[in-house]
């Protein structure tokens, strides 16, 4: 096993040089390694040369391969990939905005050597779960395997590249190479997806990466403590609203050793590739992606989740949570989306068809009484929930239901929320006060 280490970066060398301060912090040194900078170029030259001078300042040694033009991170890691598998077996990754515990490698290396030539795995990383900022939860839980949300200073096997390479490259010629990658065609990167079989939203790099891994049962593992820190307030997918928005700033970096991670049974296999399959061949929530993101970020894998009106919801936020129940009052849609569930053998989910009292024509209006046994079912459950999601059929009134539905502290997600309807609210307001929203999706609590 010959393994590299490999910075791609462009022109932030502020974050750059904050990455190169927590890297000499390590317990285990980068110096017993071969490393390598990877330097996107930039019209902005001067911050070029700051980046190379800070590595080579940190690295002496270590080797700069300078890209002759603004190549986009998805080429860089490409070539990176290229360059360096024709002489090592395995390649650690790490971005300029990212900074790591001290005992980042320390846990790593042992990951890699347990799991870097198992066939099963595509990537490794000890980014873990990036939103905690409970110490005591991560340490609890600092040698369990979870799925990699965040492809975040992850290890490439070269098995898992020369996998994938064909379909990156199919991405890359099609979309990337020539344009700017900031500006590529989303629209036709989504109808590409359709035409091999994905079904996704986002068109990063990273998400064809997670997309071609699962199309060869690979599957991309960290551990559960947040052992990597993301610092780019600004960049290519990022502004400070966005930063304050996902919390990034609150992460708690995990400083204790990874000592003992847990085996890659074919049970956990199973698990951990499920998640993936279900990202990439989802049917799609409703939702637009600000605010899908801002839901998930209040989703916990020990949640009790209940939704009215069920689709790509009940198959994505299924997979984040510990047991969902869905209630859909359309029979055509139900049995699609239950013959989804059960294609994707998703095994938490309670589904239950519930129709109207009398004949509902698509998307009018609920009448009065039309939805009685729809607005109550959930009573039938005898069990209350941490997430309650309301994107179906008569929507006000099964807020009101949910108010004796919700734990202390639970969430009432209220989707397609219109603020000026304030008379049609009126009773939801009796219970519920919003805390946030984004778009037309209200996060509410109880009162």
């Given at each position: 096993?010959?393994?590299?280490?490999?910075?791609?970066?462009?022109?932030?060398?502020?974050?750059?040089?904050?990455?190169?301060?927590?890297?000499?912090?390590?317990?285990?040194?980068?110096?017993?390694?071969?490393?390598?900078?990877?330097?996107?170029?930039?019209?902005?030259?001067?911050?070029?040369?700051?980046?190379?001078?800070?590595?080579?300042?940190?690295?002496?040694?270590?080797?700069?391969?300078?890209?002759?033009?603004?190549?986009?991170?998805?080429?860089?890691?490409?070539?990176?990939?290229?360059?360096?598998?024709?002489?090592?077996?395995?390649?650690?990754?790490?971005?300029?905005?990212?900074?790591?515990?001290?005992?980042?490698?320390?846990?790593?290396?042992?990951?890699?050597?347990?799991?870097?030539?198992?066939?099963?795995?595509?990537?490794?990383?000890?980014?873990?779960?990036?939103?905690?900022?409970d110490l005591e939860t991560q340490k609890k839980f600092k040698n369990d395997l979870i799925f990699m949300e965040r492809t975040w200073g992850?290890?490439?096997?070269?098995?898992?590249?020369?996998?994938?390479?064909?379909?990156?490259?199919?991405?890359?010629?099609?979309?990337?190479?020539?344009?700017?990658?900031?500006?590529?065609?989303s629209v036709g990167i989504r109808k590409w997806y359709e035409e091999i079989g994905f079904n996704t939203i986002s068109t990063s790099q990273?998400?064809?990466?997670?997309?071609?891994?699962?199309?060869?049962?690979?599957?991309?593992?960290?551990?559960?403590?947040?052992?990597?820190?993301?610092?780019?307030?600004?960049?290519?997918?990022?502004?400070?609203?966005?930063?304050?928005?996902?919390?990034?700033?609150?992460?708690?970096?995990?400083?204790?050793?990874?000592?003992?991670?847990?085996?890659?049974?074919?049970?956990?296999?199973?698990?951990?590739?499920?998640?993936?399959?279900?990202?990439?061949?989802?049917?799609?929530?409703?939702?637009?992606?600000?605010?899908?993101?801002?839901?998930?970020?209040?989703?916990?894998?020990?949640?009790?989740?209940?939704?009215?009106?069920?689709?790509?919801?009940?198959?994505?936020?299924?997979?984040?949570?510990?047991?969902?129940?869905?209630?859909?009052?359309?029979?055509?849609?139900?049995?699609?989306?239950?013959?989804?569930?059960?294609?994707?053998?998703?095994?938490?989910?309670?589904?239950?068809?519930?129709?109207?009292?009398?004949?509902?024509?698509?998307?009018?209006?609920?009448?009065?009484?039309?939805?009685?046994?729809?607005?109550?079912?959930?009573?039938?459950?005898?069990?209350?929930?941490?997430?309650?999601?309301?994107?179906?059929?008569?929507?006000?009134?099964?807020?009101?239901?949910?108010?004796?539905?919700?734990?202390?502290?639970?969430?009432?997600?209220?989707?397609?929320?219109?603020?000026?309807?304030?008379?049609?609210?009126?009773?939801?307001?009796?219970?519920?006060?919003?805390?946030?929203?984004?778009?037309?999706?209200?996060?509410?609590?109880?009162?």
């Open positions: 096993m010959k393994i590299a280490i490999a910075f791609v970066v462009c022109d932030r060398p502020e974050y750059f040089k904050e990455v190169l301060k927590s890297v000499k912090e390590q317990t285990l040194s980068f110096d017993n390694f071969d490393v390598y900078l990877f330097q996107d170029g930039s019209k902005n030259k001067s911050k070029v040369e700051e980046s190379i001078a800070l590595f080579k300042e940190h690295f002496p040694e270590g080797k700069v391969r300078l890209q002759p033009s603004n190549v986009g991170v998805a080429l860089n890691y490409h070539v990176a990939s290229k360059v360096l598998f024709e002489d090592y077996s395995h390649i650690i990754f790490f971005e300029e905005d990212m900074i790591i515990s001290p005992y980042y490698l320390e846990s790593l290396i042992p990951m890699i050597e347990k799991f870097g030539d198992d066939e099963r795995v595509g990537m490794i990383s000890c980014s873990g779960e990036h939103m905690l900022n992850f290890c490439l096997p070269k098995h898992a590249f020369l996998k994938i390479q064909p379909r990156v490259e199919e991405y890359l010629n099609k979309f990337i190479v020539g344009k700017d990658y900031r500006k590529r065609d990273d998400t064809v990466k997670l997309c071609s891994l699962a199309e060869k049962s690979l599957i991309k593992i960290t551990c559960f403590p947040g052992m990597i820190k993301h610092i780019g307030i600004e960049g290519l997918h990022n502004n400070h609203v966005a930063y304050d928005k996902y919390r990034f700033g609150e992460q708690v970096l995990f400083n204790e050793k990874i000592d003992n991670i847990e085996d890659l049974t074919e049970e956990k296999y199973n698990a951990i590739l499920k998640i993936s399959n279900k990202l990439i061949y989802r049917m799609k929530p409703w939702m637009t992606d600000n605010e899908l993101a801002l839901l998930v970020r209040h989703l916990k894998p020990t949640d009790y989740m209940l939704e009215w009106g069920s689709g790509g919801s009940t198959i994505y936020f299924s997979s984040l949570v510990k047991e969902y129940f869905s209630i859909e009052h359309n029979k055509e849609w139900f049995d699609k989306v239950d013959k989804e569930l059960t294609r994707l053998n998703v095994q938490n989910v309670n589904y239950n068809l519930v129709l109207p009292e009398f004949e509902h024509f698509g998307l009018e209006a609920a009448k009065p009484k039309q939805f009685i046994r729809y607005n109550n079912f959930p009573d039938s459950f005898n069990t209350c929930f941490d997430k309650i999601l309301v994107d179906g059929r008569d929507r006000a009134n099964c807020a009101v239901v949910a108010a004796k539905l919700l734990k202390p502290g639970g969430i009432l997600f209220f989707h397609d929320f219109v603020p000026d309807r304030t008379s049609r609210y009126r009773e939801v307001f009796k219970h519920f006060k919003i805390v946030d929203q984004v778009e037309k999706l209200a996060i509410m609590k109880l009162k």
